[in-house]
């Protein structure tokens, strides 16, 4: 784990770092952390480790029971499925509000955004795909125009988070991934409702079969 140098907020730096070797690895789903050990790895404070473990729990990648440390999440297959399921049914329906109610201003947003999505995919970098992909979300639930939809979309952000890890870090997936939204996005682009959603759908779909596979 990296020492963290002056640069960004230090706390932003810590978070960083664990997610970090969470997605690698490093730390694996269960095990446990030490806050001592992580001061020390890290060279920052408790409550600096304490603040970036919350943020991590609330982006599911730590789970921090009542009066004990923070342990890895995990999900089992069964509970990955049903949050997959989920996703698809909020995601596709975002999609289909977006065609139909997105302007040309906001579909040019979406194309920016996909942009930096498609760089940060052949970065590599699995943390800088996740945190690119966020702000896809953004721009795509607000050209949706339901902010009810939106609000039940961040419940699930949490839980998918590390999920979305587990399958962009699969060899090969990034540059599959990446060529079926820039699909979606182009028939977006045609204000194809039907066309759109259903590819959603398959992406979706390919997602969940590389993370369950991994």
Not at 8 to 22: N, S
Not at 43 to 63: H, K, W, Y
């Amino acid at each position: 784990m990296k020492v963290i140098h002056a640069a960004a907020p230090v706390r932003t730096q810590a978070v960083e770092a664990i997610r970090a070797e969470i997605i690698s690895g490093a730390l694996k789903p269960g095990q446990r952390l030490v806050e001592r050990e992580l001061c020390e790895q890290l060279e920052v404070s408790r409550n600096t480790i304490r603040e970036a473990c919350r943020q991590l729990e609330a982006e599911g990648f730590l789970v921090i029971p009542p009066h004990k440390g923070p342990t890895v999440a995990q999900l089992s297959d069964d509970e990955a499925r049903a949050i997959y399921e989920v996703r698809e049914a909020l995601e596709c329906f975002a999609v289909r509000l977006f065609v139909e109610r997105a302007s040309d201003q906001t579909l040019g947003r979406l194309r920016d955004a996909l942009a930096k999505l498609k760089s940060a995919h052949e970065s590599g970098r699995v943390t800088r795909m996740l945190s690119t992909k966020n702000k896809f979300y953004d721009v795509l639930y607000s050209g949706a125009g339901n902010d009810v939809l939106h609000s039940q979309a961040r419940l699930l952000h949490g839980r998918l988070a590390q999920l979305r890890a587990r399958s962009l870090g699969h060899q090969g997936r990034p540059q599959s991934s990446i060529a079926e939204i820039e699909d979606v996005v182009n028939l977006i682009a045609a204000r194809d409702a039907d066309g759109a959603s259903a590819l959603w759908r398959d992406h979706i779909r390919n997602a969940a079969a590389t993370a369950l596979a991994s």
